[in-house]
């Protein structure tokens, strides 16, 4: 009978824990880590180009431990001959792409860029349910026809820890209804509800910044920075832009390899990415095997790949980011 009692009193805890997770993948975060150095500025390199013009700074907390540091992903092969893939800490870069789409009002453009992490560390205390290899971050920047910034989106490259600010530049009108302009609140962590954007010193806009924790390498702000300034303030690392296709032909001793699997059933999946935790605790009720493993991110990928931002079932295609309009319109936003 006792054991029963047991069982049963742990029935809300579990309630609680679903509920925190069923609209994307929480992880008991305690914070970040105890050993903090100032935080770093990743400053991506710029010219003329569009991506170049509005590529965010990272600016990442405890660049002391490897798996803080934005890398590049690079292959390697063993004495067996197998092919590995891993994210060197000693190589940043940000990877970057742009593509249009069209919604019922008007034409957009989407510049997206990707980073990448060693991982997210295992360990009990603190405990990280998104612990796992090769871990990354997109972030996407949308442009009016006009080519100004009107929404930030960023999610993890799994799907999860989806985020939205609008800029001053996008109309009330495209908001969702219920939408807080102030702060928004994203598993815990607060965010503001508006990126002001204003011409400065000549500039058309500041540089959009992004503040990434610690381990966990969530999204903890978004602000507007005078890039400048940046040396003054922060430690700083001037990151290569890269084509986003240069993921598809990583070199090694003998020859090139895709970062992400191009056959069977985890094509489109970014390779040796595994999350044993949400495979754990999320597949049985979320309904995939692969939960929480990281993902490509393109319009018109690998066929099949859905690339879903809320783990409810009924929601998996309404909620997938390579059908930009459709993705937009299921969160609310009327672009």
Known sequence: MKQIKNILA??????????????GCASIDTGPSPFITPATAYIPSRDSSLSARFAPVFLIDDNHHPHNRIGSPMAWQDQQGKIHISINPEQPAIYSQQFSFQTDKAAYKNLVYRIHFQETPFGLCPFYLT???????????TLNKQEQPVLITSVHTCGCYLTFTPTSLLPASSWPSDWNKK?????????????????VNGRQYQAITLAIRADTHRVTDISRTDEDLLPGQYPTVSTPLLPMQALQALT???????????????????????????????????????????????PGGPDGMTFYTSSKLW????????????????????L
């Open 131 to 141: 612990s796992g290899k090769n871990v990354g971050l997109v972030v996407i920047v």
């Open 252 to 298: 090694f001793d003998g020859g090139t390899t895709s970062f992400f699997e191009t056959v069977g059933p985890r094509k489109g999946y970014v390779k040796e990415s595994f999350k044993p935790r949400e495979r754990l605790l999320m597949s049985w009720w979320t309904f995939d095997w692969r939960i929480g493993e990281d993902k490509a991110y393109e």
């Open 183 to 199: 702060t928004q609140n994203i598993y815990g962590v607060s965010l503001p509800g508006l990126l002001q954007l204003d011409p």
């Open 10 to 23: 742990l029935i809300p805890r579990l309630a609680v824990f679903l509920l925190l997770t069923i609209t």
């Open 315 to 334: 929601a998996r295609n309404q909620s997938d980011m390579i059908n930009i309009p459709q993705f937009l319109q299921y969160w609310g936003w009327n």
